[in-house]
């Protein structure tokens, strides 16, 4: 790899922000978070250190975050974002423009794809690539794409999860639906709020989902003791929850994952359907870390589901390999502006 040419490879994810360079893997992953002052708009921390800002900050500063269900909701935000992103990956080689892949989600519309685009040139890009997440998902989970075979991807991240069948290096059909990881926080936190009187935050929600929380009833269930505030007395306060409960709250949520599963294989050519039997599901992103989830979508599908190494790396690691492959992987996969 000549030392003029640099490439990184962008997980531009809803919750998290993952950066891959080649030889060296995912050097960063960070939340997709921008705390921003509300007075002169000025950008007062990216990542790490902007998430540990939300639900905590004084009146003056919002901690945003850019992307909303898995598209660029605001632009200038994320051109910020993906430039602290490059620059940080880059670490001393700030005066040499990286080639980079940005993975964005299946359903997205081409002005949104030239807005990816154009943010990472403004980010100091030398050039830049849009590729569809789940073909990502499915090259960083270890699936042979350009086979004449039928496999299914089901990655579900933060704001999206996407669905897709994929049959020589292309998607057959596929669907996103804006339904994952964060609306799965917000029925938590819903549900706490109805039963216990209880409000909490994001980060309470998203640990008890990470801690406790299970797709299926589990015999042996797990407790957790959360901390909140009261609504009635305006007061903190700690109570102990267990996992059925929380079964049963993020219920809804999963239905509409599986619905999106059954939709996407309702519109699957027979032959790769059968092919699909043979292979099963592969399940990316990081909520499909979700106790239980795959055998959930066994039990509604009735087709194998397998959880991929390291979900949440899959898509990171697949822009790592299209990047190392791009000569190959250009005419299939990119589209360019």
Same mark, same amino acid.
């Given at each position: $790899?000549?030392?003029?040419?640099?490439?990184?490879?962008?997980?531009?994810?809803?919750?998290?922000?993952?950066?891959?360079?080649?030889?060296?893997?995912?050097?960063?992953?960070?939340?997709?978070?921008?705390?921003?002052?509300?007075?002169?708009?000025?950008?007062?921390?990216?990542?790490?250190?902007?998430?540990?800002?939300?639900?905590?900050?004084?009146?003056?500063?919002?901690?945003?975050?850019?992307?909303?269900?898995?598209?660029?909701?605001?632009?200038?935000?994320?051109?910020?974002?993906?430039?602290?992103?490059?620059?940080?990956?880059?670490?001393?080689?700030?005066? !040499?423009?990286?080639?980079?892949?940005?993975?964005?989600?299946?359903?997205?519309?081409?002005?949104?794809?030239?807005?990816? !685009?154009?943010?990472?040139?403004?980010?100091?890009?030398?050039?830049?690539?849009?590729?569809?997440?789940?073909?990502?998902?499915?090259?960083?989970?270890?699936?042979?794409?350009?086979?004449?075979?039928?496999?299914?991807?089901?990655?579900?991240?933060?704001?999206?999860?996407?669905?897709?069948?994929?049959?020589?290096?292309?998607?057959?059909?596929?669907?996103?639906?804006?339904?994952?990881?964060?609306?799965?926080? %917000?029925?938590?936190?819903?549900?706490?709020?109805?039963?216990?009187?209880?409000?909490?935050?994001?980060?309470?929600?998203?640990?008890?989902? !990470?801690?406790?929380?299970?797709?299926?009833?589990?015999?042996? %269930?797990?407790? $957790?003791?959360?901390?909140?505030?009261?609504?009635?007395?305006?007061?903190?306060?700690?109570?102990?929850?267990?996992?059925?409960?929380?079964?049963?709250?993020?219920?809804?949520? #999963?239905?509409?994952? !599986?619905?999106?599963?059954?939709?996407? #294989?309702?519109?699957?050519?027979?032959?790769?359907?059968?092919?699909?039997?043979?292979?099963?599901?592969?399940?990316?992103?990081?909520?499909?870390?979700?106790?239980?989830?795959?055998?959930?979508?066994?039990?509604?599908?009735?087709?194998?589901?397998?959880?991929?190494?390291?979900?949440?790396?899959?898509?990171?690691?697949?822009?790592?390999?299209?990047?190392?492959?791009?000569?190959?992987?250009?005419?299939?996969?990119?589209?360019?502006?």
């Amino acid at each position: $790899m000549g030392f003029l040419s640099k490439k990184l490879g962008i997980d531009l994810g809803t919750a998290n922000t993952l950066v891959f360079v080649p030889g060296k893997g995912v050097v960063l992953n960070e939340p997709s978070v921008v705390a921003v002052s509300l007075e002169d708009k000025r950008i007062l921390a990216v990542g790490t250190e902007a998430k540990t800002m939300i639900g905590r900050t004084p009146e003056a500063i919002m901690a945003y975050r850019p992307m909303k269900d898995g598209v660029i909701a605001d632009y200038k935000v994320t051109e910020v974002m993906l430039s602290y992103y490059i620059k940080k990956a880059l670490g001393g080689w700030q005066f !040499i423009k990286p080639e980079v892949l940005i993975s964005v989600p299946a359903g997205v519309t081409s002005t949104e794809r030239r807005a990816v !685009i154009e943010a990472a040139i403004k980010a100091g890009a030398k050039n830049a690539y849009v590729v569809k997440e789940p073909i990502l998902a499915a090259i960083g989970a270890g699936i042979p794409i350009y086979e004449a075979k039928g496999h299914m991807v089901a990655d579900i991240g933060g704001g999206t999860t996407d669905v897709a069948v994929i049959s020589l290096g292309g998607i057959v059909s596929s669907i996103s639906v804006k339904c994952a990881g964060n609306r799965i926080d %917000e029925s938590i936190a819903d549900y706490i709020k109805k039963s216990f009187n209880l409000a909490i935050g994001d980060k309470t929600a998203e640990d008890i989902k !990470i801690n406790i929380a299970s797709a299926l009833p589990i015999d042996e %269930e797990l407790s $957790m003791v959360i901390k909140g505030r009261d609504l009635i007395s305006g007061l903190p306060r700690s109570v102990e929850i267990k996992t059925n409960e929380i079964v049963k709250a993020i219920s809804r949520e #999963l239905r509409e994952i !599986i619905k999106a599963i059954k939709d996407v #294989l309702q519109e699957t050519p027979p032959e790769l359907a059968a092919d699909i039997i043979d292979h099963g599901i592969i399940m990316t992103g990081g909520t499909s870390a979700l106790r239980n989830l795959p055998e959930l979508v066994f039990r509604r599908v009735g087709v194998k589901a397998t959880l991929a190494e390291n979900p949440l790396y899959c898509v990171a690691k697949g822009t790592g390999i299209a990047l190392e492959h791009l000569g190959a992987y250009k005419r299939m996969i990119i589209s360019k502006r």
